[in-house]
């Protein structure tokens, strides 16, 4: 890493929530995306990133909100750079929690996001409070208190969708070889392979599938293996053992496309996680 650049991170061992703050200076992240929902808040300087194809500035106070599988990028457009703090949510974990704050919640339906941004204070003050008790371990009643009004600030930057098994806004095409993908994560993978059991030319189905997840097919690929590098390391398990379970050449192949995305060592990320030594 840069060495202008550092991350601080921490999990919760209750809720599993991660908790990292972090401050870039020039090019921060690739485009890539989490198997979380993401909270946070800039606390200093311009935080650019793109999502939901629109280029977002988010500043001091404001509140950034994504959900899984949104692919994003990170960069700081200004010499100073940007800090920020960030709670990554288990989406198992919020949705159960959420259906507890919404009694009457419709029926087949998930939760997600109406808004990339906020300027809400209220919304940033909970953000901020949910981030220092969980980061410094405090209390465990103070860490629980600090997620209910989390959570129930979040409650107005919610909508509720109906659960669906295709999503009629992409390209079946895209969402079979997405399936596809998901099925088949720790198998030697071909593009063709993709193509024939999607029914179309491996031509016609990158189109497709960059159109609607922005990312080609092996990109793709390479992100869903590297969220599940995340959960082995968290447990535990050695970088080796990740990278071999997941298809990687070797480790540091692995290290290197981990390091892109999350500016951490796949070593130093499952120490953080699990208090374990190297």
Partial sequence: ??????????????????SIRAH?????????????????????????????RVRHLSTPGKVFMLEPGEIHDGHAP?????TYSMLYL????????????????PANSQPGFADTLSQE????????????????????????????????SLTCHLDWRKRRA??????????????YLHAHVYEDIGLDDLAQACGVDRFRLTRAFKAAFGLAPHAYLIQLRLAKA????????????????LGFSDQSHMG?????????????????????PD
Avoid at 41 to 52: D, H, I, K, L
Avoid at 123 to 150: C, K, M, N, P
Avoid at 166 to 179: I, S, T, W
């Fill in 1 to 18: 890493m840069d060495k202008r650049n550092w991350i601080e991170l921490s999990q919760d061992a209750d809720t599993g929530i991660e």
């Fill in 24 to 52: 870039f200076q020039g090019h921060a992240y690739d485009p890539h995306w989490h198997d979380s929902f993401l909270v946070g808040v800039t606390e200093q300087g311009v935080q650019q990133f793109n999502c939901r």
């Fill in 78 to 82: 200004t010499e100073e750079g940007f």
């Fill in 90 to 105: 288990d989406p198992h974990w919020l949705e159960r929690e959420l259906h507890g704050l919404f009694e009457h919640a």
């Fill in 121 to 152: 204070p209220g919304l940033a003050t909970a953000v901020y409070q949910a981030f220092h008790v969980l980061h410094e371990g405090d209390l465990r009643i103070v860490r629980q208190s600090a997620i209910d009004t989390l959570l129930g």
């Fill in 166 to 179: 295709f999503d009629p806004r992409l390209p079946l095409v895209a969402q079979v070889a997405r399936d």
């Fill in 230 to 245: 995340r959960q082995l390391l968290a447990r535990g398990e050695s970088p080796a053992q990740v990278a071999s379970a």
């Fill in 256 to 276: 290197r496309w981990f390091r892109r995305a999350y500016q951490l060592t796949p070593a130093d990320y499952r120490k953080r996680c699990s208090n374990l």
